[in-house]
């Protein structure tokens, strides 16, 4: 995903935050807006994990693979939200990433 198009994604992100918490008139720190995005995105993950057969004991069905999407773009919302929360930008979020992606494949070299 080319830097632009994260830009785009935030601000539309930032403009649906920002009607929901006007039209709902929500005060929130932080801290309760961080727990909230992430059991969200917890929510949004079972809704991922319900689409795939991972229940061994059931029988398995096909995967509807635009359901699946659908729900992982949701996941994508409330982390654009959670990101913006932290201070995170779309060039922050490819330096951090980036950094991090090196230190995790010296880990993967290390035998970690």
Request: with cysteine.
């Amino acid at each position: 995903m080319d830097k632009q198009k994260l830009e785009v994604m935030f601000s539309m992100q930032q403009a649906l935050d920002e009607r929901i918490i006007e039209e709902r008139n929500i005060c929130k720190t932080l801290d309760e807006w961080v727990i909230g995005i992430t059991i969200a995105m917890e929510s949004e993950i079972d809704e991922i994990r319900r689409e795939v057969n991972w229940k061994w004991w059931k029988q398995e069905k096909q995967v509807d693979m635009y359901r699946l999407q659908e729900e992982v773009i949701d996941l994508w919302h409330f982390l654009l939200s959670l990101s913006r929360m932290v201070g995170l930008t779309p060039e922050t979020i490819f330096e951090r990433y980036m950094q991090k992606n090196a230190v995790n494949h010296k880990r993967q070299d290390g035998g970690y």
